[in-house]
């Protein structure tokens, strides 16, 4: 084992452990959390047989019976993904639908059933041999081929995932990086597959899906032990050092001047009832650019953009929970401007450190009526 190799295991068992962490972890959505820690546990384990298979480790007895188990992660990586940002996003529940994406597991499971229960001696021999092909159900020549498109199947749900999430859901734009990593890693092995058919790399030269990996675990690092609170959803504004603003000409009195009209037009015209409302309509509206709103929101208000509109959108939901008895929780919340119950629930939990019909009945009891 060289040098490399004892590098990429270090990474591994890094994986490993926020694999672990995230299975113990109670803050934020439990099932988001150990969706999460299956994906980083799947890396891990793909790291250790890359090691193996390139030490020359794994046909040995000691670990024979890791053959042909890389499949598992493989068809994997996309389904728990994909339903690790469903959940985190839209609080999904798993339903009986979302067994199809295990189908390709199963598919694994069985056709290499024959192979996982031999012994030890009988699965080097079948491998020494080449017979593999006697020992598999439904053996194909394109199995990777199959891999790989499912891989990008799964890309590129996760593009157009981005788009939305990017334009929908502010404080949630890390997870962008977190699936461009994904993406990163299925383009490595595609063209690392691809390069081995037409004879320009030699198959076992697949350093660079391990460098792949290798990112994903950094950056996982990164925000796992300078940034934690991303896995909770803050802004990435506020975490990554070089998506600080650069210099645009907007001088510190111009900005103070923008802020004060920003918070005029906020009290006068009310565009945060608006369930649609954007950054790029709250600019438009004060006629300047998106770059500029933003700068003014982050900077001198301390706020990512949802941030500060939900503050507005709680007080208006506040004010109808004490003033407005004849209307039920639903119209509340679509008249302070939430679109859906699980936006206006966790926002309201988030500036007042309670749930709305608490709120209610502590201020009622407290004959407080503002």
Known sequence: MNLLETIFLFFAFQAFVFAILFFM?????????????????????????????????LNSYQFIHLSFTNRIPWVLYGPILYLYLRRLLYKNKFRSIDFLHFIPLAYVLINYS??????????????????????????????IQIIIALMLFYCSQ?????????????????????????????????????????????????????????FFTGLLSYFAFLQPQVFDGLSMDKIIPFKKYRKTGLTTKHSTELKSRLLDFMKQEKPHLNHDLRLDDLAKELNISRHHMSQVINENLDSSFFDFINQYRIEEA?????????????EILYSSGFSNRVSFYKAFKKFTKTTPSAYKLQKNNTGTTH
């Open 25 to 57: 972890k109670k803050k934020g959505d439990r099932v988001a959390n150990v969706l999460l820690g299956i994906y980083i546990l799947l890396f891990s384990y793909n790291i250790v047989y890359n090691v193996l298979y390139w030490s020359n480790l």
């Open 114 to 143: 024959p192979f996982y229960f031999l012994s030890a001696q009988e699965k080097i021999e079948v491998l020494i041999n080449g017979e593999i092909r006697y020992f598999s159900y439904f053996y194909t020549q394109y199995f």
């Open 158 to 214: 996760l593009f157009f995932s981005f788009r939305f999430i990017i334009k929908s859901f502010n404080n949630y734009r890390w997870l962008s990086w977190l699936s461009y990593s994904f993406c990163g890693y299925v383009l490595s092995f595609s063209s690392y597959f691809v390069l081995v058919y037409f004879n320009i790399l030699k198959q076992g030269s697949d350093y660079f899906i391990g460098f792949s990996m290798m």
């Open 318 to 330: 506040k004010k109808m929970l004490l003033e407005e008895d004849n209307l039920n929780m639903t």
